[in-house]
């Protein structure tokens, strides 16, 4: 009875030991998981924050390009009248050299007449 006792005993024992064998290893690669995963986590914590500097650049661009355009639309805004006062100021010379030229003929046609 003993010795069915120590060979129950015994089979427990391999049967722990087996079992404690198999958390060991099953630890370790959980350990070993978690160490990969960390360094994981480290790198994908370096792309965010370079993605996050490259949206902060990209949004200052933004806002430097969209100020540069609203001054070019002023800008083109005020050329655009400008050509509009040229254009008014050519065809009023144009009608006073008209003017010259009809009263510089009228002139020379008295001066024919004499």
């Known amino acids: ?9 015994e089979e ?5 030991e087996n079992k404690h064998k198999e958390l060991e290893l ?12 960390e360094a994981t986590e480290g790198m994908q ?3 965010e924050d370079k993605l996050e500097n490259s949206i902060r650049e990209l949004e200052a661009t933004k ?4 100020i540069r355009a609203e001054n070019a639309e002023r800008q083109i805004q ?11 100021d050519i065809e009023k010379e ?8 009809d009263e510089l003929a009228a002139v020379n046609a008295e001066i024919d007449d004499i």
């Open 12 to 16: 427990k024992s391999e049967t722990f």
């Open 63 to 66: 806002a430097d390009l969209s």
């Open 45 to 47: 914590a370096e792309r």
């Open 1 to 9: 009875m003993l010795e069915d006792d120590l060979a129950k005993a």
């Open 94 to 101: 144009q009608e006073a050299h008209n003017n010259t030229k």
């Open 78 to 88: 005020v050329l655009e009248e400008n050509i509009l006062k040229l254009e008014s």
């Open 26 to 37: 099953e630890l370790t690669n959980m350990n070993t998981s978690l160490k990969k995963m």
